[in-house]
T-cell receptor, first 114, second 115 residues
């Protein structure tokens, strides 16, 4: 049973560039959530996708956008990168109608913006 | 608005000591979900436990136990006879819309267990 996978594992970009991160949910899950974890902080919710639509969004600017594909995998796009976007980006998958079912996290992508 | 406070930032213990990690939460909802996650140096968040607000039973799993008290809005985590492998960052989290929805995390507690 494959767990949540994310790619790439590490990424280095420069200010102003754009980046795309990818996530494949756990087998059987249909919902993907993205979190940003700055160094020394707890993860912060960015948004959640279900049925290829953004269902919930945290307090992040429009530079952060996402997409979900028919196979439930998801991408996180960040435009006009800032130094402050350097963080660990975590993807979590779950079942949309499974209110009592826990979401599971992937290993994350470490983004460094220079 | 939902909020999770983990007042302890770093805890250091010697192996075999018991240690309790504190978590205090705030929510206006009557139905909510509380979680503990472990984050080893590799970075992946490992799920440890979920507690629903309507189930106040405390739980024990091996060396781990959790004490949920609605009266004080606390959900504390105790590791008995700590081991070096318990060294990690531990996060408490809260969800109001379901265990599958937006999680609000505390800042985490770094636990170091020395041999």
């Amino acid at each position: 049973d494959a767990g949540v996978t994310q790619s790439p594992t590490h990424l280095i970009k420069t200010r102003g560039q754009q980046v795309t991160l990818r996530c494949s949910p756990k087998s059987g899950h249909d919902t993907v959530s993205w979190y940003q974890q700055a160094l020394g902080q707890g993860p912060q919710f960015i948004f959640q996708y279900y049925e290829e639509e953004e269902r919930q969004r945290g307090n992040f600017p429009d530079r952060f956008s996402g997409h979900q594909f028919p196979n439930y995998s998801s991408e996180l796009n960040v435009n006009a990168l800032l130094l402050g976007d350097s963080a660990l980006y975590l993807c979590a998958s779950s079942l949309f109608w499974g209110k009592l079912l826990t979401q599971y996290f992937g290993p994350g992508t470490r983004l460094l913006v220079l | 608005a939902q909020k999770v406070t983990q007042a302890q930032t770093e805890i250091s213990v010697v192996e075999k000591e018991d240690v309790t990690l504190d978590c205090v939460y705030e929510t206006r909802d009557t139905t909510y979900y509380l979680f503990w996650y472990k984050q080893p140096p590799s970075g992946e968040l490992v799920f440890l436990i979920r507690r629903n607000s309507f189930d106040e039973q405390n739980e024990i799993s091996g060396r781990y136990s959790w004490n949920f008290q609605k009266s004080t809005s606390s959900f504390n985590f105790t590791i008995t006879a700590s081991q070096v492998v318990d060294s990690a960052v531990y996060f408490c989290a809260l969800s109001e819309d379901g265990a599958n929805s937006k999680l609000t995390f505390g800042k985490g507690i770094t636990l170091s267990v020395r041999p």
